[in-house]
């Protein structure tokens, strides 16, 4: 049974990935066609998510009530998944989707980072490998060629995309509190309160605009079904299966899916380097979950070399 278990976490956060990589085919032409912006779409997303998650609680006869002791943690992840939303969407408007999704692909670093300075997981030897191949990528990626540059507003943006999805992964894996609420549930309130911090934004002055063709429904409706229910809902419970590293480290099919659809159906270009610097940050998250036998490839190799004795 807990072998099956494990299947399903790894099945379930790779779906999750997969889904979350269809942001930027279903935004992208929102904002280019229909002239909308980041926080109008992801205000339409969260809401039209919310009906799709109450029917599947009535179906499953889950209840909506709350105890008093899950509203502020279950808000607080809706804040959290609200920020990580609104930055990355923001990024596609300075930089090529493909390349803010594998950006965005930091967080599982963030996840083991945090984890350990805070959670008291082993700072394992494969780390440092894993930030310096990082690194190395991130400088390709942000390297300046032939007139053209990474926007560093950008490049900002996704990494408080990155952060504050990381932030969630955690939370979502250590309360217990959090734990014990049905996945539809949590995932219910998480884009109900989410909500409310673009309402903020229309109240402080950003102008609420629609779609002004049906397609642009479609686009929304796709936005609100495959990254939003189905990616959330296959994250939550992956994480409740196997945990938040190797939940994140899963995720690696999320910037390769956005990749693909920003190719065929964007039309945007990659360039070598590009490619080269995206390959190397995704190898660097993978370092995160095979770090055990190279922690113990590392060890051996010490100690086939001990250090000499000092006279």
């Not at 009530?65 to 992840?77: D, F, G, H, I």
């Not at 990355?88 to 989707?97: I, R, T, V």
């Not at 959330?232 to 690696?252: E, H």
């Not at 099919?253 to 920003?262: D, K």
């Amino acid at each position: 049974m807990k072998t099956s278990s494990k299947a399903w976490g790894y099945l379930l956060a790779a779906v999750a990935a997969a889904a979350y990589g269809t942001n930027p085919a279903f935004a992208v032409p929102l904002y280019d066609a229909e002239g909308m912006n980041a926080a109008s779409v992801l205000l339409f997303r969260y809401l039209m998510g919310l009906p799709i998650l109450a029917a599947l609680m009535a179906w499953r006869g889950t209840g909506f009530a709350l105890s008093r002791n899950e509203w502020l943690p279950v808000v607080t992840l809706g804040v959290l998944m609200a920020l990580s939303s609104l930055g990355l969407f923001e990024s596609y408007k300075w930089m090529n989707s493909g390349v803010a999704s594998t950006l965005l692909f930091v967080y599982p670093v963030m996840v083991a980072l945090l984890m350990a300075l805070f959670f008291h997981e082993r700072l394992r030897l494969s780390l440092g490998i894993c930030l310096a191949v990082m690194g190395a990528g991130l400088a390709l990626l942000m390297r300046q060629e032939q007139g053209m540059e990474l926007s560093v507003y950008g490049c900002m943006l996704v990494g408080i995309s990155a952060l504050t999805y990381a932030l969630y992964i955690i939370m979502v894996n250590v309360s217990a509190r959090i734990r014990a609420i049905p996945t539809t549930r949590l995932l219910f309130y998480v884009l109900l309160s989410g909500s409310f911090v673009f309402v903020a934004l229309f109240l402080a002055g950003t102008p609420l605009t629609m779609p002004s063709a049906p397609i642009g429904w479609v686009n929304l409706g796709s936005l609100a079904l495959i990254p939003t229910v189905i990616s959330l809902a296959c994250t939550t419970r992956a994480i409740q299966l196997i945990g938040s590293t190797p939940t994140a480290i899963l995720g690696a099919l999320e910037p390769v899916a956005a990749v693909v659809l920003s190719v065929i159906v964007l039309h945007q270009t990659l360039t070598g380097r590009e490619i080269v610097g995206g390959i190397l940050i995704l190898a660097a998250a993978v370092i995160v979950i095979v770090g055990e036998p190279i922690d113990k490839a590392l060890l051996h190799v010490r100690r086939m070399f001990p250090r000499r004795s000092q006279r």
